[in-house]
Structures are given as C-alpha cells and as structure tokens.
C-alpha cells in the first residue's frame, strides 16, 4: 500500500508510544478494512479546522473515505470522539436527519495501533450551501429553508431525560435513569446514553449553578432538554446540498461537541439569512423601500437588505407555525435574565478563565443577590487566568492580522496556496517560540497545542 499523495500531519492525539512507524500508513490500513477494500491508493489533506486534521483516503476500487483526527484543542480525550460518533448515529437513527456514516472510529489513543483517536466516515456527497446560496432564486431559497424547518421539527421531536451528551451505552457511566421522549413515549436504549458534556470548567459549572435558578425561565416548554445541531448559526458550510438540485440537502455535518442542552441555549437561525440587524418587534414583513430619485448603487444595497431582512422575518414566521416551542425559546433569549445567561455561556465560547473574571465582579448580577466570595488568593488566580486568555485571544488576533488573505478562514485555504499559508503559519510559529516559550518544555507546550500544521 504505497499511497500516491502524502502529507505528514503531526498536531493531533497520537500516544507516543505510536510514533515510531507513519501515521496516515497506520490509518490507512484501518480505512481499508473498513470498507472491504484491498489497498488504498491515495491520501490527501482535506479541508479541516482548528480541532481536527481531515484527510481524503481513495481506494483501488474509486471509493472514497474521510479521515478525521482531533488535535490536542479539540476537546476532553476519548469523551469528544466517542460522543460525536453516538451523536451522529442518534441523529440518522433516531432524528431522521443526514449526516456521515462512520466506517470505524477509535476514541482511546493509547489502545488502539493506529496510537490516535480518529473517525473514518462517509465522504461527504454534494457542495456547501454558502458556494451556491447566492446563486439560488428566491424561490429555491425559500424550499431551503423549509428543508431546514422540517430538519429542526425533526429534533425537536425527541425530548431527553437529563442534560449532557450523547454516547453509546458502553462508553460512558450514564444517569441510571436516562431515556428519550419521541412521540410521547419514554425510550430507554440500551444502545444510547447521557453522560457528561465536559469534564473540565467543573468550579466554573458549580459557582453557575449557584445563580441560574434565578435566571431560568420558569417555561418548560423553552428549558426542555433537546439535541440540536448548534453550529448552524455560525458556520453555513455545514449544510450540505445536492449540486444539481441544490434545494435538496444531503447532509448536515460537524457534531462534535453537540450536546442536551435546553432549548433555550440554541440559535436557531442560519447564517445563510445573514441578518445582522434589530431583531423584528413582530412577524409583519417589511414594507418595500422607496427608491425614487436614489442612486443605483443605493438601490441595490437597499433591495438586498429588504429581501434579506424580509427573508429573515419569513423564516421566524415559519418557525412560529411549524416549532412555535423554538419560537418561545427565540422570545426568551430576548429577555434581560436570559443576558445574564448568556455572560454565564461565554465560558463555554471563551473558556472558563473569561466567565470566573466575570463573576468576581458582583455588578454583573444586577438585583440578583450574588452568593459568591472569593479570597485573596482566589482573585489573584482568576484574573491571572483571565489575562492568560485574553492574550491567548490576542495574539490570535495578531497571527490573523499578519496572514492577511493567507489566513485560512474556518480552517480552510485554497489547494494553490496552500503551501504558501503553511510556510507563512510555520515562519509565526518559529518566532512565537523565539519570543515567547523560555524553556524546552514551554517550547515542547507550544508544539502540542499549536494547531496550524
């Protein structure tokens, strides 16, 4: 098995006891029994993000697989890997909704000869939503946005006994008595189970605890726990769709770190309506613009805002008919306690560094009592952490602003640039070790957690 395209990728979970022999050639062969092929003939680098590293395997017989290998940043080892694979397989099984099969998947680096957690599941048929969105005709737009309608009623029709994430039944300890609703009847699978969304932020989670039943809303129908993709509102490349009818979406991909959460937690709407404006005071649509005596280029940035804002108020209008339970979770997120709520959520965005600074600050809770007190020494900690993380954010920033259009957005970067983007992150990641890493073993730190490789 001599793969013709090669590419050694080193920024990801591998047991160092595994490091010894190449690590595409041990995935590959996994690949390949997998599928039942004889050899794989080809692996490329695929387009990935941050968390993960991708990689495109091609079979003697034509057939294709993707590979995908978390890094160090991804998440909590074993518990990240063995919930998206539960997620996904809950979703197709349960939730009727498209999403990649996985072939063979491993979630305990040190056990397995691969020496590295990875799933190998189905390429992903069809192309991203965004490439052609803008291309599609209103009313291919509005059948899409059905399609994401009629997706979000589907995970909304199950309900869950405990909030978490999803695991099979063998990988985790679980609630002893966790279940799912669907269609009113109480399911209690020996194939599936709740367990924990995180190990980590755990004081973070308990100094929460202390002022969220203040905050929550006394609404069940909005604190129900559900299993909803929840990064739609950000990336619309994970909707995938036919590329010769693009109204039909084939796939919804990336569940990592999908959890139960309550409804209230989840944005429902799509970056592909790409509103940024006021959220609407009522579900009228927007009166057509007066466009006499206007410029042609101001007629045509104001047509766009008033179909895009018209399509904005469509899609809520769809929402209140078809899931008005997420339309109430939508008017919940409006409310000021729900603002508090979402202060608490930054630690899940920014890490919990961000969220303790906040709450050594009793100003943020407003006329909520605030139940905490901090030492001296506690203080000094959290805001050390704080501006660790911040100049964590910072120096992103900066390693953005330099790469300029090299910078490869959402983990992406075009295949004919793509070695200049790589000589460009490997010349910042030298100099970041040259100015910031005083020892070999912050050297050796910097090295793991670098995720640019």
Not at 197 to 223: F, G, P, R
Request: hydrophobic residues 40%; contains cysteine; charged residues 25%.
């Amino acid at each position: 098995m001599l793969p013709v395209h090669l590419e050694i990728v080193t920024a990801i979970r591998i047991s160092p006891s595994h490091r010894h022999e190449l690590f595409p050639a041990r995935l590959a062969r996994v690949a390949v029994d997998s599928v039942g092929a004889v050899q794989c003939i080809s692996i490329k680098k695929y387009p990935d993000g941050m968390f993960n590293k991708t990689f495109l395997m091609t079979m003697e017989d034509g057939r294709e697989v993707i590979d995908k290998v978390p890094n160090p940043i991804a998440g909590v080892p074993h518990f990240t890997t063995a919930s998206e694979v539960a997620t996904m397989d809950f979703a197709r099984k349960v939730l009727d909704t498209p999403v990649p099969r996985v072939y063979a998947w491993n979630s305990r680096a040190k056990s397995h000869p691969v020496g590295a957690e990875f799933i190998i599941m189905d390429k992903i048929e069809g192309v991203p939503l965004s490439q052609v969105w803008s291309m599609l005709q209103l009313p291919q737009r509005l059948k899409v946005i059905l399609a994401m309608t009629s997706l979000q009623k589907k995970w909304l029709s199950v309900s869950f006994s405990h909030y978490g994430s999803l695991y099979y039944a063998g990988d985790v300890q679980s609630f002893s008595s966790n279940h799912y609703v669907k269609d009113g009847i109480a399911v209690k699978s020996s194939e599936f189970a709740i367990g924990p969304a995180t190990e980590t932020k755990v004081a973070a989670l308990a100094c929460y605890q202390k002022i969220v039943d203040a905050l929550i809303s006394k609404d069940t129908s909005v604190t129900n726990p559900y299993l909803c993709h929840n990064d739609l509102h950000y990336h619309d490349d994970n909707i995938f769709v036919d590329s010769d009818n693009p109204e039909r979406i084939t796939v919804i991909i990336d569940w990592q770190s999908c959890h139960i959460s309550p409804l209230f937690n989840y944005n429902p709407d799509s970056a592909l309506l790409d509103w940024d404006g006021l959220e609407p005071e009522t579900l009228d649509l927007a009166p057509r613009p007066t466009l006499s005596g206007l410029p042609s280029e101001e007629i045509s940035a104001a047509m766009r805002d008033y179909i895009v804002q018209n399509m904005f108020i469509g899609w809520r209008k769809l929402m209140h008919a078809k899931n008005p339970d997420l339309y109430r979770a939508i008017e919940f997120r409006k409310t000021s306690a729900y603002g508090l709520i979402l202060l608490a959520h930054r630690m899940f965005e920014y890490g919990e560094a961000h969220f303790l600074s906040l709450l050594v600050d009793p100003g943020i809770t407003g006329d909520i009592p605030f139940p905490f007190e901090f030492s001296e020494m506690d203080i000094e900690r959290i805001k050390l952490d704080s501006d660790d993380a911040v100049a964590g954010t910072e120096l992103l920033f900066e390693i953005k602003e330099t790469m300029g259009d090299l910078w490869p957005d959402k983990g992406f970067i075009e295949h004919e640039r793509y070695d200049e983007c790589k000589a460009a992150l490997d010349e910042i990641k030298a100099q970041i070790l040259e100015q910031l890493a005083e020892t070999d073993e912050e050297k050796a730190e910097y090295q793991r957690y670098w995720p640019f490789e």
